[in-house]
């Protein structure tokens, strides 16, 4: 069965860096293109970007452009999301989704940014 | 960047009832790809619907999808108790893939 399994939670302080790490099983992991969402405390959710068969060097939300990078090893069927420079208003639950549309997810790595 | 506008922001009904969820986008969505999701307190999102009618694998079919160009409908045509849930839709043509901020459904 496909099952998309995260990297456990995060407490980082304004200015570092995380990578939260998403990995696949159950299917080709090269056939399908991964996508990350976020959702902060109580609010709704927010698309991140994505990373494509045709797409290897990702799309992002104009917010996230140069600060966050999402990345795949096909040795080892993972996923990465890069998120520099946190900020306070970064704090999230931070999903991966399989294909353009999420048929499958993650369960969600809460990402705290905190001084 | 396309908006989606959901609405309405909550929907209070009983079990049984019949649920209509709307969805806005802010420009036509000419490549039909319109998602919904059901999201559960403290779950990740579950695929319901994909290209505006299509349901996801093991969707019960009381779950519809509608539309087309820029206005989009979730019905749930008789809700079960474990339908109560908050609702959003997504377009995933354009970049960036916009969600709606969500409907609630909740227990009249």
């Known amino acids: 069965q496909v099952q998309l399994v995260q990297s456990g939670a995060e407490v980082k302080k304004p200015g570092a860096s995380v990578k939260v790490s998403c990995k696949a099983s159950?299917?080709?992991?090269?056939?399908?293109?991964i996508t990350w969402v976020r959702q902060a405390p109580g609010q709704g959710l927010e698309w991140v970007g994505w990373v494509g068969v045709y797409v290897p060097d990702g799309d992002y939300a104009e917010k996230f452009r140069g600060r966050v990078a999402v990345t795949t090893d096909t040795s080892t069927d993972t996923a990465y999301m890069e998120l520099k420079n946190l900020r306070s208003d970064d704090t999230a639950v931070y999903y991966c989704?399989?294909?353009?549309?999420?048929?499958?997810w993650g369960q969600g790595t809460l990402v705290t940014v905190s001084s | 960047e396309i908006v989606l506008t959901q609405s309405p922001g909550t929907l209070s009904l009983s079990p049984g009832e019949r649920a209509t969820l709307s969805c806005r986008a802010s420009?036509?969505?000419?490549?039909?790809?319109l998602a919904w999701y059901q999201q559960k307190p403290g779950q990740a999102p579950s695929l319901l619907i994909y290209?505006?009618?299509s349901r996801a694998t093991g969707i019960p079919d009381r779950f519809s999808g509608s539309g087309s160009g820029t206005d989009f409908t979730l019905t749930i045509s008789r809700l079960e108790p474990e339908d109560f849930a908050v609702y959003y839709c997504q377009q995933y043509g354009y970049i960036p893939r916009t969600f709606g901020q969500g409907t609630k459904v909740e227990i009249k």
């Open positions: 420009q036509s969505l000419s490549s039909s790809q």
């Open positions: 159950g299917y080709t992991f090269t056939t399908y293109g």
């Open positions: 989704a399989r294909g353009s549309y999420g048929d499958f």
């Open positions: 290209d505006i009618s």
